[in-house]
């Protein structure tokens, strides 16, 4: 999402749960609840496009082992280490 800083893309990808999360598929006269876990990244001036994907595939599958409905944010250190952290609002939502 072109001009969008983490704070805004954090928001979308709550957007995109709070979606899913209304809706249940109906299989074999049961309903399946639908949860995503989300992970992302912005990139910065010194990333190249590899690393932003890296960066990006590292916090999503982050946080498919924190659990459902999980979003994390993947970030570049400053020794061009790449991390993973949960965002703050998911981990706060796991403590309740």
């Known amino acids: 999402m072109p001009s969008?800083?983490?704070e805004?893309?954090?928001?979308?990808a709550e957007k995109i749960q709070a979606a899913l999360n209304k809706n249940h598929l109906k299989w074999q006269q049961q309903?399946?609840?639908?949860?995503?876990?989300?992970?992302?990244?912005t990139i910065n001036?010194?990333?190249?496009?590899?690393?932003?994907?890296?960066?990006?595939?590292?916090?999503?599958?982050?946080?498919?082992?924190q659990g459902r409905n999980t979003i994390c944010t993947g970030t570049l250190t400053d020794n061009n280490q790449l991390q993973s952290v949960p965002s703050m609002a998911s981990a706060e939502s796991k403590s309740v």
């Open 4 to 6: 969008t800083n983490a």
């Open 45 to 65: 001036k010194n990333q190249t496009v590899e690393q932003l994907l890296q960066i990006t595939d590292d916090a999503m599958y982050q946080a498919k082992q």
């Open 31 to 41: 309903h399946i609840a639908v949860k995503a876990s989300i992970g992302f990244a």
């Open 8 to 12: 805004q893309a954090y928001l979308v």
